[in-house]
C-alpha cells in the first residue's frame, strides 16, 4: 500500500496555511509532521481525513480498498477525545467499535492501551491521560490501515507513551501506516516532513 | 451491532443519563401547560376552547430545548468528526440521531398529552385527537429542527441562532397540527396534510442537515 500526496495546498480564512506540500509513504512507515504552531500540522491531517477541503492538490491511497475513500480507511485521532462523560469506559469504547464497523472485542482493547479494570467506570472520573488511552483504545479496537494522529502522546504518562509505541510498532509491523503531527519524540523511526518556516 | 444501530442505542442512552434531554423535555412541557390555566384563568370553556393550541406549543418549544445539543455536543467532543469521516452514509446518521432524539423526546411528550389534557379540561375526544395529531406532528418538529441544528454547528453560533432558524419553518405544522385536534369537520383534511408534512420533513430534513454539515467542513 502506498499514500501520496503532491501539491497540497491549504487555504483558511483567506490565509495561506501551506503551499506546495508533498510526501510518499508506504506500507510500515511512519511520517512525523513538524514545525511551529500554526504551521498547519493540525490542518495537514485534517485534510488527510477530509475534514477540510484541499485548495489544490492531491491525496491518493494506492492498492487500498478501491471501494473506500482515504478518510474511511483512516483512524483519526485529533486533539479531542471522541467520549461521553456519561457513558462508562466499556459502553464508549463498544459504541466507537461497532459504528467504525467491528473488530476486537472491548476487553481486550482496553488490556492492550492499559485500561482495564476500568470498564465499567463512567468517562467522566478519568483523568485525561486515562483519556487519551480510551480514545486510542479504538484504534486497537478497529483495524484501518492509515493512522491520522495528532499530538497522541499528549497527556500520555512515561508508561503510556511506551505502550503506544509498542502499538504503533506493532501496527506498522501489520502492514499500517501512520502519520503523526508532533512537538516530541515518538520513540519509533519516522520520516519527517518540516511544516512552515525553517528557523 | 450495526453502525447505525449502534449510534442509535448510544444517543437514546445519552439521552436518558445524567445530564440526557429525555427528562428536560418532558418536564418543560408540564411546566408550560400548568402555567396556562394559571395565566390564562379558571374560565374552563375558554381553557377548552384553546387547549389543543397551547398543547401543540408546549410541545413545540419542549422539542426545540433539546434540538440545540443534538450536532453541538458530539462536535465538541470530537465525535462528529468521526461521523463524517465514517463509512455510514451521513444522511442516515443523521435520520438515525433525529429517530434517537424523537424516540426520548417527542414520543413522552405524545405520552403525558393525556394528563395534560385534563389539566387544560380536554374531553376525552379531543384528547385523543390532540394525542393522534402530536403523534402524527412531532416527527416533523424533529426533522425541520434537525436541519437548524446542523447549521447552527456550521456556522458555530451556538443555539441561540436554533429558534430563529427553525421557528418559522414550524408555521405549517403548528396550524394543521391545531386544526386536526379541533374536532370540527376539517379535521380530516388536517391531519392529511398534517402527515404529508411529516413525510416531507422525514425525506428532506436529512438531507439538507447532512449538506449543512458537510458544509460546515469549509
Given at each position: 500500500?502506498?499514500?501520496?500526496?503532491?501539491?497540497?495546498?491549504?487555504?483558511?480564512?483567506?490565509?495561506?496555511?501551506?503551499?506546495?506540500?508533498?510526501?510518499?509513504?508506504?506500507?510500515?512507515?511512519?511520517?512525523?509532521?513538524?514545525?511551529?504552531?500554526?504551521?498547519?500540522?493540525?490542518?495537514?491531517?485534517?485534510?488527510?481525513?477530509?475534514?477540510?477541503?484541499?485548495?489544490?492538490?492531491?491525496?491518493?491511497?494506492?492498492?487500498?480498498?478501491?471501494?473506500?475513500?482515504?478518510?474511511?480507511?483512516?483512524?483519526?485521532?485529533?486533539?479531542?477525545?471522541?467520549?461521553?462523560?456519561?457513558?462508562?469506559?466499556?459502553?464508549?469504547?463498544?459504541?466507537?467499535?461497532?459504528?467504525?464497523?467491528?473488530?476486537?472485542?472491548?476487553?481486550?482493547?482496553?488490556?492492550?492501551?492499559?485500561?482495564?479494570?476500568?470498564?465499567?467506570?463512567?468517562?467522566?472520573?478519568?483523568?485525561?491521560?486515562?483519556?487519551?488511552?480510551?480514545?486510542?483504545?479504538?484504534?486497537?479496537?478497529?483495524?484501518?490501515?492509515?493512522?491520522?494522529?495528532?499530538?497522541?502522546?499528549?497527556?500520555?504518562?512515561?508508561?503510556?507513551?511506551?505502550?503506544?509505541?509498542?502499538?504503533?510498532?506493532?501496527?506498522?509491523?501489520?502492514?499500517?501506516?501512520?502519520?503523526?503531527?508532533?512537538?516530541?519524540?515518538?520513540?519509533?523511526?519516522?520520516?519527517?516532513?518540516?511544516?512552515?518556516?525553517?528557523? | 451491532?450495526?453502525?447505525?444501530?449502534?449510534?442509535l442505542?448510544?444517543d437514546m442512552?445519552?439521552a436518558?443519563?445524567?445530564?440526557?434531554g429525555a427528562?428536560?423535555g418532558v418536564?418543560?412541557f408540564?411546566?408550560?401547560?400548568?402555567?396556562?390555566?394559571?395565566?390564562?384563568?379558571?374560565?374552563?370553556?375558554?381553557?377548552?376552547?384553546?387547549?389543543?393550541?397551547?398543547?401543540w406549543?408546549?410541545a413545540l418549544l419542549a422539542s426545540l430545548l433539546t434540538l440545540d445539543r443534538l450536532f453541538?455536543?458530539?462536535?465538541?467532543?470530537?465525535?462528529?468528526?468521526?461521523?463524517?469521516?465514517?463509512?455510514?452514509?451521513?444522511?442516515?446518521v443523521v435520520l438515525v440521531k433525529a429517530a434517537a432524539h424523537w424516540i426520548t423526546t417527542g414520543l413522552p411528550l405524545v405520552?403525558?398529552?393525556?394528563?395534560?389534557?385534563?389539566?387544560?379540561?380536554?374531553?376525552?375526544?379531543?384528547?385523543?385527537?390532540?394525542?393522534?395529531?402530536l403523534l402524527i406532528g412531532t416527527p416533523a418538529l424533529t426533522c425541520i429542527g434537525l436541519v437548524g441544528a446542523a447549521?447552527?454547528?456550521?456556522?458555530?453560533?451556538?443555539?441561540?441562532?436554533l429558534p430563529?432558524l427553525v421557528l418559522?419553518l414550524t408555521?405549517?405544522v403548528l396550524?394543521?397540527g391545531?386544526?386536526?385536534?379541533?374536532?370540527?369537520?376539517?379535521?380530516?383534511?388536517?391531519?392529511?396534510?398534517l402527515?404529508?408534512l411529516t413525510l416531507m420533513s422525514l425525506v428532506l430534513g436529512p438531507?439538507a442537515a447532512?449538506?449543512?454539515?458537510?458544509?460546515?467542513?469549509?
Open positions: 500500500m502506498r499514500l501520496s500526496a503532491s501539491g497540497l495546498t491549504c487555504i483558511r480564512g483567506m490565509r495561506v496555511v501551506f503551499e506546495n506540500i508533498g510526501f510518499e509513504l508506504s506500507t510500515g512507515e511512519v511520517m512525523t509532521v513538524i514545525g511551529p504552531n500554526g504551521a498547519g500540522k493540525s490542518s495537514l491531517l485534517r485534510l488527510m481525513a477530509g475534514l477540510i477541503r484541499a485548495s489544490a492538490g492531491r491525496i491518493e491511497l494506492e492498492a487500498g480498498d478501491s471501494d473506500l475513500s482515504l478518510p474511511e480507511q483512516a483512524h483519526y485521532q485529533g486533539h479531542l477525545d471522541p467520549l461521553k462523560a456519561s457513558l462508562t469506559v466499556a459502553e464508549n469504547l463498544a459504541f466507537w467499535t461497532s459504528y467504525l464497523g467491528g473488530g476486537l472485542g472491548a476487553e481486550a482493547a482496553l488490556v492492550a492501551i492499559g485500561l482495564e479494570g476500568l470498564a465499567d467506570l463512567p468517562a467522566a472520573y478519568l483523568s485525561a491521560g486515562q483519556r487519551r488511552r480510551l480514545s486510542l483504545a479504538r484504534l486497537v479496537a478497529v483495524q484501518r490501515p492509515v493512522w491520522l494522529l495528532d499530538e497522541p502522546t499528549s497527556a500520555l504518562d512515561a508508561a503510556g507513551q511506551a505502550r503506544l509505541a509498542e502499538l504503533m510498532r506493532d501496527h506498522l509491523a501489520g502492514g499500517g501506516m501512520i502519520v503523526a503531527a508532533t512537538h516530541g519524540p515518538l520513540g519509533i523511526e519516522a520520516k519527517e516532513l518540516r511544516l512552515g518556516r525553517v528557523a | 451491532m450495526t453502525p447505525l444501530s449502534a449510534l442505542v448510544r442512552r445519552l436518558v443519563r445524567i445530564g440526557g427528562l428536560m418536564l418543560f408540564l411546566i408550560v401547560v400548568t402555567l396556562v390555566p394559571l395565566a390564562v384563568g379558571p374560565d374552563l370553556a375558554q381553557l377548552r376552547r384553546i387547549g389543543p393550541a397551547m398543547l406549543l408546549g453541538a455536543a458530539d462536535q465538541e467532543d470530537g465525535s462528529l468528526d468521526l461521523m463524517l469521516m465514517g463509512r455510514a452514509p451521513l444522511e442516515l405520552i403525558v398529552t393525556p394528563l395534560l389534557g385534563l389539566f387544560l379540561n380536554l374531553e376525552p375526544g379531543a384528547i385523543a385527537a390532540v394525542a393522534l395529531a447549521l447552527s454547528v456550521a456556522l458555530r453560533r451556538g443555539g441561540l441562532l430563529v418559522p408555521v405549517p396550524i394543521f391545531v386544526a386536526a385536534a379541533s374536532g370540527e369537520a376539517s379535521s380530516g383534511t388536517a391531519f392529511m396534510i402527515g404529508a438531507f447532512a449538506a449543512a454539515l458537510r458544509h460546515g467542513l469549509e
